[in-house]
């Protein structure tokens, strides 16, 4: 038998070295027909523009059917797979009553035939099948080998698909306008733009192919790479000849041998001359290289793999350098697998029309921060061909997650319409800035923001806030390449303090660990969600806490409008000890002649266990502050920031509203102050149903404010709390928005102020 998991590994890696869908497709069929000792290999792929299965590749039948034979989703054993998703292992195909024989295609001789559906994200993609002469089911190790090749095609499927489509052909090489890529929607609105991509800096498996044009230019950009990475090694050789063995010295005169020899600057300049740009070109070739010292038996020579990888990601960096010199145009969409939270500071200068992640979720901090600052954004979309799309015109449907490309005329008219009445609908909403946030019957309700960045204080002032929610002071500290001083941070503080006094400034400790990371000061856990973060690094870093809650006191003085907020709490006695440092810190500021009051001080309910402590915790703080995005993550466990579950993450789950409904009626019964700063405050939907539960007072990002106080102004507090009482007896969250959508459109309220993608021409 056939050593099936070198089989798999080497389909894979030349799957993944392929240019386009049809040299990836024949690669595998032809792989498998050899490596399996089957007479026939075959891929079918589903077409949805033509609603049937296409011949995309075989190894065994008629070349000519290739592109030509399709069947419908009703028509013989692929037809079949594809209904049920599940393997067909048959001994005599012909007998089936499902067989249906395509003349030409040449199947007559073969008996045995196992057809195994091809399947991503839930998606059918189409159908995978080997045949054989005689009759006779092919072994169990044989159909769960084709399973497992099955499921690390369909990715490479899926891309090669999405890459296909930027062409504008349909699998049969039809014509196809309005190509659609969905992933999440991060932050509501419609952008158009060309796409300016941001790549990942020195990582050789994100490099994909670009075709050029300008052949001697790429050659002179990887000549040039090449030149500054020999003058950096041979400087790294002089400046450490006294400090180094002879032995390690010898590792870097390696280095500059490799990029001395002419067979791998000979090999990548081969591929930049087939008009390949010159990233995909070395990353292909050091790829190469990486392979041929793993497969090694020499321990020694396997080692050199990782000095190869090192060697390319150098070159590779000042490739990535040459290109990152074309600043970011106005109106652009930022687009690449994740975007920094450090570009949204350099944004302040640059109009940005939207931003396409192809990581991520709906509660990721670029989203959050993309909210903050109304750019249409979408995340997740995973198959995203996205280092393809430099220079392209997109547009984004920030209500619905979906990216569009290729866009018909009647299509662009359509999104234009929408953009315009969504520019009127803000401009009506405007009107609203000075009223009070207060529903029907009067009840009143504090609604304030939550900010980070410095363009956060003019757009959350031009709202009518009631004050600040939740400062993410982690965004300064994610800004430079240390941790700023007291001094510095007194200063940033100071800023905010003063932008809204005599307003309240609800300012949370350095919350970093999770998702949100400081070069200098890195996290490297197996599960970051779950390890250290938030209140866990700063008592086991009281110096860090220390001149944080000095810099924030300093910067009160005077104003007293400060609060303070201890995040990812889980006991009294994490409480206790913070407690204790913020009062000694008063103390050596008063002591220094500085004249500080305590500020009230609070903590964010977002973990299981601070549910159950919301009483324990009243007789220590002054207020509550429920951050709905990690509670609603560790309470579903949903990694928040992964596409792949994203649809399984939602705050208006059934256990969730419960676990709300307790912390409300515990704060109320301890008669303290309970607010939610989370993403769900800032949800039409979510906003509607926390009042219902009984929250007074909801911090969102500025962007969402106007809308929120608008829909708020429109409802009962009688009526509000009835609805919630309803949903709490509700088991699916679909049928949770689904009823409240019902409920807020029979009293009145347009689905526009509910955040729903609206429709041109309707208000």
Known sequence: MVDMLHLLRSVVEEVNSSRDLHSSLKTVVSRIRAGMNVQVCSVFLWDAHVNRYVLMATDGLSQDAIGKVTLTQNQGLIGLVGKREEPLNLSDATTHPNYFLVPGLGEEPYKGMLVVPIIHHRKLLGAISIQKTEAGRFADQEEAFMVTLSAQLAGVIAHAEATGALSGLNLLGGEQKDVRFTGVAGAQGIAIGRAHVLFPPADLNSVRFRKIDDIDAELKLFDKALSQVRSELKSTIDRLRGELRPEELALFNVYVGILEDAALGQAVTERIHKGEWAQSALANVIRGYIEHFDSMEDVYLRERASDIRDLGRRVLSHLQESVAEVRIPDDAILVGEEISPTVFAELSSISIAGIVCTQGSANSHVAILARALDIPTIMGVQELPWQELQGEELVIDGYRGHLFYRLSQEKRRYFEQIGLEEEAREAGLESLRDEPGQTLDGMSISLMVNTGLQTDIIRS?????????????????????????????????????????????????????????????????????????????????????????????????????LKVMLPMVTSVSEVEEALAI??????????EGHQIEVPKIGVMIEVPSAVYLVKEFASQVDFISVGSNDLTQY???????????????????????????????????????????????????????????????????????????????QIDSHWAKSIASGLLHLDDPKVVRSTLRLALSRVGVPLADL???????QH
């Open 461 to 561: 002032q031009g709202r009518g806030a009631d004050g600040v929610g939740l400062y993410r002071t982690e965004v300064p500290f994610m800004l430079r390449d240390r941790f700023p001083s007291e001094e510095e941070q007194a200063s940033i503080y100071r800023t905010q303090l003063e932008a809204f006094a005599p307003l309240p400034v609800t300012m949370r400790m350095l919350d970093v660990g999770g998702d949100k990371s400081l070069d200098y000061f890195p996290i490297v856990e197996d599960n970051p969600f779950l390890g250290w973060r938030g209140i866990r690094v700063m008592l086991d870093h009281p110096e860090l806490f220390m001149v944080q809650i000095r810099g924030m006191l300093r910067a009160s003085e005077g104003l007293n409008n």
């Open 582 to 591: 913020i009062h000694r810190a008063v103390m050596e500021l008063n002591d």
């Open 635 to 713: 309470l579903l466990a949903v990694d928040r920031n992964n596409p792949r579950v994203a649809d399984i993450y939602d705050a208006l789950h059934p256990a969730v509203l419960k676990a709300l409904k307790m912390i409300v009626d515990a704060g109320q019964e301890a008669q303290i102050e309970v607010s939610v700063c989370g993403e769900l405050a800032g949800d039409p939907l979510g906003a509607v149903t926390l009042v219902g539960l009984g929250y007074r007072n909801l911090s969102m990002s500025s962007s969402n404010l106007l809308r929120i106080k608008s829909v708020l102004r």
């Open 755 to 761: 955040g729903m993608a609206p429709s041109p021409g």
